[in-house]
């Protein structure tokens, strides 16, 4: 017996889920990480509880409103305005919302007492840069590079983590 013959499929459709996980994981995590390295609490007592909230709504925001600029700019003069899609583009960057779960995470462990601010603050930005590491080496492999190329893309990524933290340290 022959297998159905499927319609094909549009071109980069089936790479575009993919695509949306790789940029989110990488933006989630930069914006994770310039947002734990900006706390500073000279004026008043450390609050890693409300830390960790305000990054996620900052992340959440940001999701909400690349996902609704995505939908806008893709919408041509004559379509109707498509509120299920728009929510659907919206919806489609959780990647960057649970790329900065860990940092949040960490900050909760704080408000829980396990450890200081501080601590979480440094945990987060050494856990963050890794994970751009690895979200160079999947982008790049995905995109069928070998792996000393991955591993170069990868490098290339921690790069904006060193940045990120050593504008931490000299802001600090």
Known sequence: MSEPVR?????????????????????????????????????????????????????????????YAHAIAHRTADEKPVTASTVRSVLTEWPLVAAAVPTGALLLGSFWGWWSENAAIDAALTVNTAALFGWGLWAARTAGRDWWAACRVGAVDVLIGLVIVAANVLTK
Do not use: K, N
């Not at 695509?19 to 947002?35: D, E, I």
């Not at 609050?47 to 996620?56: E, R």
């Open 7 to 67: 319609a094909p499929e549009p071109p980069g459709r089936r790479e575009e889920p993919l695509q949306r996980l790789l940029f989110g994981g990488v933006y989630g995590t930069v914006l994770a990480s310039a947002l734990a390295a900006a706390l500073d609490h000279d004026t008043g007592p450390d609050d890693p509880g409300y830390d960790a909230v305000w990054i996620m709504v900052a992340a959440l925001v940001s999701a909400t409103g690349h996902g």
